[in-house]
């Protein structure tokens, strides 16, 4: 679907692409902004129009988060948008680690350096890593842009797949929440999908029924703690039967080895989502009624609605529904770019100046990462090429497409489409049934 604004700017219920087309040639509608494509009527007021709203579902990820914009009417939901954030929280933590490496290496040797500082900063409550508060801050920016371009009426987030502390202290195996809910099993279950890999601990079998299996059997005072459960294939569930792991994969010490220390190895990536889980539902909280709910109950609906795994699909799910009637066909991926280093002087592997930058970021009226679109009439590099760019002093541009690199683009054939947001911009398909495969 396309996003609608009246004249003024606010946000209509969105409409067909065909409708969007047919109102675009007929002059009645301007292009707003291309990417996400939202267009402005130049005739309607809010004031006379029949807007439904709509809500938007968030499956926060440690590395990617999916966004779903959808109507829902009595408990049906249907898929109006899509996007797929991809995250740069690791390289946040590896640029800290390197600017780290870089002030120590500065005091050690016989440079002008900063001295250490230890005990003398304070950290205000609720402080998060700046890794760890990039996931929230881009987040609920992107919640902020869709409500500008769509009349959102509520936020339904999974705030977690699983709560690893209450799973590694035993108490969802025992509550009867767990026991007699209609979600029985999918908690425990969705995190060992998680922690394994979706695939059979003992032969690495996926694609194939998974049983969940005592790493230490039930019957020799095994426990039913997380750390003493597996995942296991049919026919190596059925050899192991109750006998210790080491006995089991006593003629394999390198598998034997691989499932021990796996079991006891945390979930790095649920401890990121755990983390800023309730600063991500607070922020969201403040600016709309927000709805929250857990990973297990998301793919009970996903499950139940017969809709394959993705980070789309999984937003679509979040909550309480009762069906899921229409799923969209092309989701937006967007990257975390960033808007440029505020240092001018690029540092080598070993931290000693490579290049230095120039002081202008703007050239012939153009930044790196504009979405432009070039059409060279001749020569080598004749086509139309649409892309992100990357200026240079002299006027000639690279331009960054979906198939490649295109240098040396003259700045008289580069049309601007949309300013650099901070954010790359891809599409892809979204997982249809006959591809998807779930332990």
């Avoid at 604004?5 to 969007?20: F, T």
């Avoid at 590395?63 to 249907?78: D, L, P």
């Avoid at 936020?155 to 009867?176: I, N």
């Amino acid at each position: 679907m396309v996003f609608v604004l009246d004249k003024h700017g606010m946000p209509l219920q969105p409409c067909h692409p065909a409708r969007a087309r047919y109102l675009l040639r007929r002059g009645r509608a301007v292009v707003h902004r291309h990417t996400p494509f939202v267009i402005r009527l130049k005739d309607r007021e809010i004031a006379g129009s029949e807007v439904d709203g709509v809500e938007v579902g968030i499956d926060p990820g440690s590395k990617h988060t999916g966004v779903s914009v959808f109507t829902a009417q009595t408990g049906e939901r249907r898929a109006r948008f899509a996007v797929q954030l991809n995250h740069r929280g690791a390289t946040i933590g590896k640029r800290m680690r390197q600017r780290a490496a870089y002030r120590r290496r500065r005091r050690s040797a016989n440079l002008r350096y900063r001295k250490a500082r230890f005990s003398n900063r304070t950290r205000p409550q609720g402080w998060l890593a700046p890794s760890l508060r990039h996931r929230a801050d881009t987040t609920t920016s992107w919640v902020d842009r869709l409500t500008r371009w769509a009349p959102v009426q509520a936020v339904h987030v999974e705030r977690a797949s699983f709560d690893t502390h209450l799973l590694a202290a035993g108490k969802p195996l025992e509550g009867t929440e767990y026991q007699h809910g209609t979600l029985h099993g999918f908690e425990v279950r969705e995190y060992l999908l998680t922690k394994w890999g979706r695939a059979c601990a003992y032969c690495g079998a996926t694609g194939t029924p998974l049983n969940i299996d005592h790493i230490r059997p039930s019957s020799r005072s095994g426990s039913d703690r997380v750390s003493n459960l597996t995942l296991a294939c049919i026919p190596c569930n059925q050899v192991k039967s109750n006998r210790l792991v080491t006995e089991f994969l006593a003629g394999r010490p390198d598998v034997l080895a691989k499932v021990l220390a796996q079991a006891t190895k945390p979930l790095a990536d649920a401890a990121a989502v755990n983390s800023t889980r309730w600063a991500l539902w607070r922020a969201l909280d403040a600016r709309l009624p927000t709805h929250t709910a857990t990973g297990g109950r998301t793919k009970w609906n996903r499950t139940c609605n017969g809709l394959p795994k993705s980070h789309a699909l999984d937003a679509l799910a979040v909550g309480t529904l009762d069906s899921i009637t229409e799923t969209v066909r092309r989701v937006l991926v967007v990257g975390c770019a960033g808007r440029g280093a505020h240092q001018r002087t690029t540092p080598n592997q070993h931290g000693f100046p490579r290049l230095t930058r120039p002081r202008k970021k703007t050239f012939y009226t153009f930044a790196t990462g504009d979405l432009v679109r070039a059409v060279v009439p001749t020569g080598k590099k004749a086509g139309t090429h649409t892309g992100r760019i990357a200026v240079r002093e002299r006027g000639y541009f690279d331009i960054h497409t979906r198939h490649g690199r295109v240098a040396g683009i003259g700045h008289r054939h580069v049309r601007l489409l949309q300013r650099a947001d901070g954010y790359a911009y891809t599409t892809q398909l979204e997982v249809t049934p006959e591809h998807h495969k779930d332990g």
